[in-house]
């Protein structure tokens, strides 16, 4: 077959939701290791979207077998392994290209990014500084080196992301967006809120304007799924016969503190890693939105429903096996859970689930102020903002009602200053005794791979809860 109708077919399987199908023909590719040559990197990255992790790091091998080795390609692989998640391997593969050509942005930049997502703040910084003064104009790197920055305390760094200010403009939006959001940090840093949210607005702008959001649907999707998922709804949904008892839920909105239980847990010896794996969302993904709102009338019309859920189950555990190998516990804490919650709970059914929660004008101003990596387009306006919040915590409150029992609810106030008391409490809901290291997030080996960088590292502290209380007013008037 030719290359590009073969990767059209392939990403036309993943369009109609054929996940099974997709892989199949990527892992048939592999086998013979057809002669796709460079077009291995588009294979690798089809690979990510599904979250094969392994197939997509067996592509850019393959791709490296059947092209000339260049400086270009080793970035495009460790760019790949650090999407991966296997960043130690990214960096072993792009930190010695530093030497052959320090003075290029895109290594610079790759290598700064994996550092400070395993918590090498210094190294990290020492990169980061190299791009910013290589090429200005990127303001992913200023993002980045902005996220584990005080700059109220680096007042140099400051003026110089002052400075740059006239290297951007709206012609250049993604650029322009990172630019300011990292402008909003420093100035938030400084104690300059009005400031701050100047900036932030500016970088939600065009944002907002390319928002496929829809308030409306997203009200009518929660509210179907709290209707359709009812008690009497799930009856007609099995559990599955797969025993598959890893996983641990971390249900809550985005900067509710969900990253900071992550790390905390993943210092227990008992947890092998903690993140956004989005393994469910991809053990779903032959669900449409209409199936997954009315999961009960799905199974309902499915031909065997036991082993529709059995392969939900097994698709979970295939690809959380892949990314974290061992037996123990994996925290799941990707966002789309929430949504899907009624359907892991039936999937993993002696699965447990800790629910953070926070206050939601605070949790806004913490939205409002973070440039997503992608998903969320609610994030650029306040009004979608407060309408996504609500979604979520009339939802989250219906799963509390349906598994009073398996579901754990804590307060994000709460971990961070009663931090022993609430975690002696989520151990004893996960069946887990608590140890020395597990009642903070420093020292955790676990990469942090969320707009959290920065700021799960170190001892927990009430900071975040002190800023968010000066930023109230911004809120607190819709909440």
């Known amino acids: 077959m030719e290359v590009m109708a073969f990767l059209s077919d392939i990403q036309e399987s993943m369009k109609a939701r054929r996940r099974t199908e997709a892989v199949e023909k990527i892992r048939h590719a592999i086998e013979k290791k057809s002669p796709l040559k460079t077009h291995w990197l588009m294979l690798a990255k089809m690979s990510l979207g599904l979250r094969e992790v392994t197939l997509a790091t067996e592509c850019v091998d393959i791709m490296r077998q059947q092209t000339q080795r260049t400086v270009t390609s080793d970035i495009q692989r460790a760019g790949i392994y650090a999407e991966a998640g296997y960043l130690q391997r990214a960096l072993a593969t792009a930190e010695p290209l530093t030497l052959q050509q320090p003075d290029n942005p895109s290594i610079m930049h790759l290598c700064g990014t994996a550092r400070a997502q395993l918590g090498d703040f210094s190294l990290a910084d020492r990169y980061l500084r190299k791009v910013v003064g290589l090429a200005p104009h990127l303001g992913i790197s200023w993002l980045t080196l902005a996220s584990f920055t005080d700059f109220s305390e680096d007042i140099e760094l400051f003026q110089e992301l002052l400075d740059v200010a006239d290297k951007y403009s709206e012609d250049d939006p993604i650029n322009w967006m990172h630019y300011h959001y ?145 037996s123990g516990y994996v925290v799941d804490k990707s966002l789309n859970l929430n949504r899907l919650f009624g359907i892991w709970a039936k999937a993993v059914p002696q699965g447990k689930a800790i629910y953070i929660r926070r206050k939601p004008e605070h949790i806004a101003w913490s939205c409002y102020k973070t440039a997503f990596r992608g998903g969320a387009d609610w994030s650029w306006s306040k009004e979608s903002i407060q309408t996504y919040i609500e979604n979520e915590i009339s939802l989250l409150t219906h799963w509390e009602k349906c598994f009073p029992d398996r579901i754990l609810t804590i307060s994000y106030e709460d971990l961070v200053t009663k931090t022993n008391n609430v975690m002696n409490r989520v151990y004893e809901h996960i069946g887990l005794e608590p140890e020395k290291s597990s009642y903070s997030p420093k020292g955790s080996r676990n990469p942090v791979l969320t707009s959290s960088l920065g700021q799960v590292s170190a001892d927990v502290n009430d900071e975040s809860i002190k800023r968010a209380k000066a930023a109230e007013p911004i809120f607190n008037t819709v909440f």
């Open 182 to 326: 990292a402008l909003g940090k420093a100035l938030t840093d400084r104690d300059r809120l009005e400031d701050a949210v100047k900036a932030y607005e500016k970088g939600a702008k065009l944002m907002a304007q390319q928002s496929k959001y829809k308030a409306a649907f997203d009200k009518r999707f929660v509210t179907d799924l709290q209707t359709y998922f009812s008690k009497q709804g799930m009856k007609a949904v099995p559990e599955s016969r797969v025993k598959y008892n890893r996983a641990i839920a971390i249900l809550g909105l985005p900067r509710s503190g969900t990253t900071l239980l992550g790390q905390i847990l993943s210092n227990h010896s008992a947890v092998v890693g903690a993140g956004e794996t989005g393994a469910f969302g991809q053990a779903c993904a032959h669900l449409s939105p209409q199936d997954t709102m009315n999961f009960p009338a799905f199974m309902g019309r499915h031909g065997d429903a036991q082993a529709g859920i059995d392969m939900i189950t097994e698709t979970y555990q295939s690809l959380t096996d892949v990314r974290y190998p061992g």
